[in-house]
Every structure is written in structure tokens, then in C-alpha cells.
């Protein structure tokens, strides 16, 4: 079964980049590789997604190995807001989507 | 404002009591999810429907049912409670996932969370 793999947690400087590692050595050429977070008490919220080509958006950046068997959501500026638990998901098809562990991110002042 | 709004947002109940889990939202979106979140477990998928009438099972879908009548609702019923079936329950809602640039963003909810004593 497809499985993701993330570690429990990580520690960041405020204003630094931040490297979120997974990984998924067991994906399928048309899995997408997706994140997303969640803040406290919250539902989680859409980050990033890509297939194969490294991905930018307003939030993040995502990089994605070339054999696919792991990626790296990086987030160039880290803010307090950022302080959350980052999941990365295969998107199997259009219905299944297959959660991680999640990474509780810390954020220093 | 576009979202997924989930009722009740908090319930305590007994084993065997029926209850029902409502999701409803306004984005006109074909797909819609429930998920269930527990320590250690991450979240993990018990239905999903692709549109009106058409639903199936995800990984954990013993002791819940479901129904898709209208397009906006998705509820989740819980016909007999267990104690097992205590934890924070989500729903979310996409448009048709196709890959590539649609990104089949979901859209959650902010969570129901369930005690079965």
C-alpha cells in the first residue's frame, strides 16, 4: 500500500527557510504528491502539489526527486503563522488520498 | 464565503444512541470526503462520493454510512456508536480531481469532534 513518511518534528528560526522532508518510495507514476496543514484546531488547508517538476506558488515551493521516491516542501521565510503540522499526501486517483504522519512545525522568535 | 461547514462541531453520546454527522457546502464541488483524525494515526479516509448518488468506501469505513442525495450534503451517519468511534471527525469537498493544473484543492471543515461513552 502507497505510504508516506514524514518525521514527527522540526524547529525553525523565524524569517529562515525551512525544509520539510517525505518519504513515499512506494508511489506510482500517476500518484501527485500533495500538502497540506493544519493549524490548531483548525481543518487542514491546500499548501502544494506537483506530479514530477519542482512547483511554486504564493505559500511554498515544492521539490520533487527525480526518481520521485521523496520530496521536500520548503518554505522560503518562515513566520510564526507558519507554526503547524504539515502532512504530505499521495493523491491516488481522483477519490483516494493517502495521509502521512504529519511534521509538527515549531517556529522560534 | 466559500466552505464546508460540518454540525455538530462537538457531541458526547452513549453506545447505540443513532446520531448523524451533517456536511454541507456551497462551492457547488462534485467531490466530497469524510475523514477521521486520531492520535498517532494520522487522518485516515471512511467515504467518499464522486457526486449525487455515487458514493463508495475508503479505508475505514466499518460502523458508518453515508448518503449523497443533494449535491451540497454529505452525511456521515453513525448508526450504532462505539467508543472506538470516538475522534475528531472531517469532511471536505473538491471540484472533480482530473490531475495536472487541477489540483483538486479539498476544502475542509473545521472539524466535529465525537465522544462515544
Known amino acids: 500500500d502507497a505510504k508516506t513518511t514524514q518525521p514527527n518534528s522540526m524547529e525553525s528560526n523565524e524569517e529562515e527557510p525551512v525544509h520539510l522532508p517525505c518519504n513515499h518510495s512506494?508511489?506510482?507514476?500517476?500518484?501527485?504528491i500533495h500538502w497540506y496543514r493544519q493549524l490548531p484546531s483548525q481543518g487542514p488547508e491546500y499548501v502544494i502539489h506537483?506530479?514530477?517538476s519542482n512547483v511554486n506558488n504564493r505559500m511554498a515551493s515544492l521539490a520533487i526527486a527525480e526518481d520521485r521516491k521523496s520530496s521536500t516542501l520548503i518554505l522560503h521565510r518562515a513566520t510564526l503563522r507558519d507554526a503547524a503540522v504539515y502532512y504530505c499526501?499521495?493523491?491516488?486517483?481522483?477519490?483516494?488520498?493517502?495521509f502521512g504522519q504529519g511534521t509538527r512545525l515549531t517556529i522560534n522568535p | 464565503e466559500a466552505q464546508v461547514t460540518q454540525n455538530p462541531r462537538y457531541l458526547i453520546t452513549v453506545t447505540g444512541k443513532k446520531l448523524t454527522v451533517t456536511c454541507s457546502q456551497n462551492?457547488?464541488?462534485?467531490?466530497m470526503s469524510w475523514y477521521r483524525q486520531d492520535p498517532g494515526l494520522g487522518l485516515r479516509q471512511i467515504y467518499y462520493?464522486?457526486?449525487?448518488?455515487?458514493?463508495d468506501k475508503g479505508d475505514v469505513p466499518e460502523g458508518y454510512k453515508v448518503s449523497r442525495k443533494e449535491k451540497r450534503n454529505f452525511p456521515l451517519i453513525l448508526e450504532s456508536p462505539s467508543p472506538n468511534q470516538t475522534s475528531l471527525y472531517f469532511c471536505?469537498?473538491?471540484?472533480?480531481?482530473?490531475?495536472?493544473?487541477?489540483?483538486?484543492?479539498?476544502?475542509f471543515g473545521e472539524g466535529s469532534r465525537l465522544t462515544v461513552l
Open positions: 512506494t508511489i506510482s507514476g500517476t500518484d501527485y
Open positions: 462520493s464522486m457526486n449525487v448518488e455515487v458514493t
Open positions: 471536505a469537498s473538491s471540484l472533480r480531481y482530473s490531475g495536472g493544473d487541477n489540483t483538486g484543492e479539498l476544502f
Open positions: 462551492m457547488n464541488h462534485e467531490y
Open positions: 499526501i499521495l493523491r491516488i486517483g481522483a477519490q483516494k488520498l493517502v
Open positions: 506537483g506530479l514530477t
